[in-house]
């Protein structure tokens, strides 16, 4: 059975740099569209970005918000997801989930919470001003 264990967040100072791990246990990455979101207090969770590896390529997307600063990659050496934000902005706290499912087409887009069948526990960024 997948599973999934995000870490990595903390309190970080605005411009500060952020890198969230998701470890998989149960499954080999390269059979899921992988998804990184976040929610804020009172917010719906978002999508921040994803990654869909296959054994001929794959792909990436980021959301608008994180666009041009965010990095999502895998090292399946470790079946570990990894989500990087440099320059910190208050407004990129919440608590960030990773999420799993199966692959569709190989060609990730940001879409919704719901799209996603297969979630961790959660890791709590703040990002102080």
């Known amino acids: 059975q997948l599973q999934l264990v995000e870490s990595g967040g903390g309190l970080v100072q605005s411009g500060g740099f952020l890198r969230l791990s998701c470890t998989a246990s149960?499954?080999?990455?390269?059979?899921?569209?992988i998804g990184w979101f976040r929610q804020a207090p009172g917010k719906e969770r978002e999508a921040v970005a994803c990654k869909s590896e296959t054994r001929s390529g794959g792909s990436t997307a980021y959301a608008n918000s994180v666009y041009g600063r965010a990095a999502i990659n895998i090292d399946p050496a470790k079946n570990t997801v990894y989500l990087q934000i440099p320059y910190l902005e208050p407004e990129d706290s919440g608590i960030y989930y990773c999420?799993?499912?199966?692959?569709?087409?190989?060609?990730?887009?940001?879409?919704?919470?719901?799209?996603?069948?297969?979630w961790g526990q959660g890791t709590q960024v703040t990002v102080s001003s």
């Open positions: 149960g499954a080999e990455l390269n059979n899921y569209d």
């Open positions: 999420a799993f499912r199966p692959l569709l087409s190989g060609r990730c887009v940001i879409t919704t919470p719901q799209a996603y069948t297969v």
